[in-house]
């Protein structure tokens, strides 16, 4: 972020409309942890299925979709069988993604099935360095709160979703499980774009919203609950 500073000076009790009309400006860069820095509320999805996985849709129509929602920031997730095994076959995927449409930021991720947790389903986003993991719909393996933590324990999840396909979880929005949670749409149908979100505090960049939500900086927005 860029910070511009008028040096411009004049005496005490001066008209300030007699200042010289070509006061210089300074432009300083702010390093990235500086309070000066400005936060957005960024409005985003987490859980996203597309054409190249199980989804109905093309990454393009959804992406429109979402954009015309208002939403921020769009992270596409589609299963990790769908997309082919190793590093290469993600690697392939995301480089078929979009990094923006339009001023909506689409974040590159996938659905995996780690072998320390049965299969079951988690959610691994990456931005630079940084990397966000999250526990999907808990629910559809009558999962109890114990067994989630295990989970998230097993796999170091950063969050857990407390929705499915949009839904309220009630059961699993509770402090025991010691990571933030987050509502997604999980959306495979048109019908399920915009149903739930989070609003993310944070620059609007990748690395910044996932350190936010790696941070609990966020709220949740549930359809019928919210």
């Known amino acids: 972020m860029q910070l511009f500073v008028n040096l411009s000076l004049r005496e005490e009790g001066q008209d300030p409309r007699s200042r010289r009309p070509h006061s210089p400006l300074v432009n ?13 509320k960024l409005k985003g999805n987490l859980h996203t299925h597309t054409t190249f996985s199980d989804g109905m849709h093309t990454p393009e129509y959804v992406a429109d979709k979402y954009l015309a929602a208002g939403y ?3 992270a596409f997730t589609d299963h990790r069988c769908f997309i082919g095994p190793g590093a290469h076959s993600v690697l392939s995927y ?4 979009p990094d923006k449409v339009g001023e909506m930021l689409i974040l590159h991720g996938y659905e995996e099935e780690p072998v320390e947790i049965q299969g079951r389903h988690l959610n ?3 931005a630079g360095n940084e990397e966000l993991r999250i526990i999907n719909h808990p629910n559809e393996y009558g999962l109890s709160i114990a ?5 998230v324990a097993k796999t170091n999840a950063h969050a857990v979703e ?6 309220y979880l009630e059961r699993y929005d509770t402090d025991e499980l010691g990571v ?3 509502a997604t749409d999980d959306s495979h149908f048109g019908s399920e ?3 739930s979100w989070i609003e993310v505090e944070a620059e609007k960049d990748p690395v910044s919203i996932l350190k936010a939500i790696k941070a609990g900086s966020f709220v949740r927005r549930i359809r019928g609950r919210d």
């Open 94 to 97: 995301w480089a078929r993604l």
């Open 147 to 151: 067994d989630v933590k295990d989970a």
């Open 180 to 182: 933030p949670r987050v």
């Open 162 to 167: 407390v929705t499915c396909h949009g839904r």
């Open 124 to 126: 691994i986003i990456r």
């Open 193 to 195: 774009i915009g149903v």
């Open 72 to 74: 921020d920031f769009l």
């Open 28 to 40: 300083i860069e702010l390093p990235r942890n500086s309070p000066l820095r400005l936060l957005q």
